[in-house]
C-alpha cells in the first residue's frame, strides 16, 4: 500500500512516494543538482535574477523568429512567473521584430460557474498576459489577434487542435508546491485510483481539459497571488495537458525558487533525471520527454535543513 498524503488524504501527491526518493532528494546540494544533466535533460543554472529572467524572454523571441509564412511558429507561455513578460515587449519593440507569424498558447486560466474566468477578473490570467506582455508591442510589430491562444471553456477542442496546426517550439512553465506544470495536479485518492495513483501512460492522455486542483495548489495562490486570502481562489482551472506538451518541441521549466521550495525543486530534477516517472509528481512525468531543460537561479535553490525562525 502506499503512504497516505500528509497534507490532503482524499488525494495524492508526493507526501505518498516511498520515503527513500523522498530522503534523497533532501540530501542534494546546488552542485549535485548540476551534475543531474543527461541526454534529453538539461540543467542550467543563473547567478542573477536578471540574467535569468532575460533567458527566459528570449526563449520567446528564438521561437517567434522561427515564425514564417509557410511554417507558424510560437511558444506556450506561463503566468508564474511573469517577470519575463515586460522583458519580452522591450525586445521585440527594440529589435522591431515582426510576429505576424508567431503564435502564443496561455498555459492555463482559473475556472469559475462553467467558463473561464472573465479578462477583468483580479486572478486572470490572460488579463496578465495582455498587460504585461501584448499591449505593449507596438501596434505594427504584433502578431494576429487570433494567432493568440487562450484556452476557454467553448474551445477546449480548438485550443489542442492548434498544436497540430502550429509548431509550438517551446512550452515554458514554473513547478507549484504540488509539482505540476501548468496545472496538472494529482488526482483525488478514489474510485479506481484509490489505491495507486494513474499510470504515468494514463496520466499522459490526457488532453487540454477542466480539472479540480489539488488543496496545495489552491493554498500557493492565495500565497503568491491572492494575499493569502484562499476563499478567494477558485477551486478549478483550464490546464493545458501532457498530449499537447508531448507535442511541443521542448519543454523549459523555470525555478526562480518562489513558487515552490528546496525540496521541490531538487525532488523533481532528481525523478526526471533517474526517469522515474509518478503522477502523483506531475512534473516528474517529463522524464520520458525527449527535450527537457530546468533552469534554476541559484540563490534560490536553497537548502533542504531544518532552521527555526
Not at 169 to 198: L, T
Request: aromatic content about 10%; some cysteine.
Amino acid at each position: 500500500m502506499r503512504n497516505k498524503s500528509k497534507v490532503a488524504e482524499g488525494w495524492w501527491d508526493y507526501t505518498t512516494l516511498d520515503e527513500h526518493i523522498l530522503e534523497d532528494a533532501a540530501k542534494l546540494s546546488a552542485q549535485d543538482l548540476e551534475q543531474l544533466s543527461r541526454q534529453g535533460f538539461s540543467v542550467v543554472m543563473y547567478d542573477t535574477l536578471e540574467e535569468f529572467y532575460l533567458a527566459e524572454a528570449l526563449e520567446y523571441i528564438s521561437s517567434w523568429r522561427q515564425a514564417t509564412d509557410n511554417e507558424p511558429a510560437g511558444i506556450c507561455g506561463p503566468i508564474g512567473p511573469t517577470e519575463q513578460l515586460p522583458l519580452v515587449a522591450r525586445i521585440v519593440n527594440d529589435l522591431e521584430i515582426q510576429l505576424q507569424n508567431a503564435h502564443f498558447w496561455a498555459m492555463d486560466e482559473w475556472y469559475i460557474d462553467g467558463r473561464e474566468v472573465p479578462v477583468d477578473h483580479p486572478l486572470s490570467f490572460a488579463r496578465v498576459d495582455l498587460e504585461l506582455c501584448f499591449n505593449r508591442i507596438e501596434q505594427s510589430l504584433r502578431m494576429r489577434e487570433e494567432n493568440i491562444h487562450f484556452p476557454r471553456a467553448d474551445n477546449l477542442v480548438a485550443y489542442s487542435r492548434s498544436y497540430d496546426e502550429y509548431r509550438c517550439c517551446i512550452m515554458q512553465g514554473g513547478q507549484g508546491e504540488v509539482k505540476h506544470w501548468a496545472f496538472n495536479d494529482p488526482v483525488k485518492r478514489s474510485g479506481q485510483y484509490q489505491d495507486n495513483p494513474p499510470s504515468p501512460e494514463e496520466y499522459r492522455k490526457l488532453k487540454t481539459r477542466v480539472i479540480e486542483l489539488h488543496p496545495m495548489t489552491i493554498i500557493q495562490n492565495a500565497r503568491t497571488s491572492g494575499g493569502g486570502v484562499v476563499s478567494n481562489v477558485p477551486s478549478q482551472a483550464i490546464t493545458v495537458g501532457p498530449v499537447e506538451t508531448w507535442k511541443s518541441e521542448k519543454v523549459s521549466i523555470w525555478h526562480a525558487g518562489v513558487h515552490d521550495n528546496p525540496f521541490g525543486m531538487r525532488l523533481t530534477t532528481l525523478m526526471i533525471s533517474k526517469k522515474l516517472p509518478d503522477s502523483s509528481v506531475p512534473m516528474s512525468l517529463l522524464a520520458d520527454h525527449p527535450n527537457v531543460q530546468f533552469n534554476f537561479f541559484r540563490p534560490g535553490i536553497g537548502e533542504c535543513e531544518a532552521e527555526m525562525h
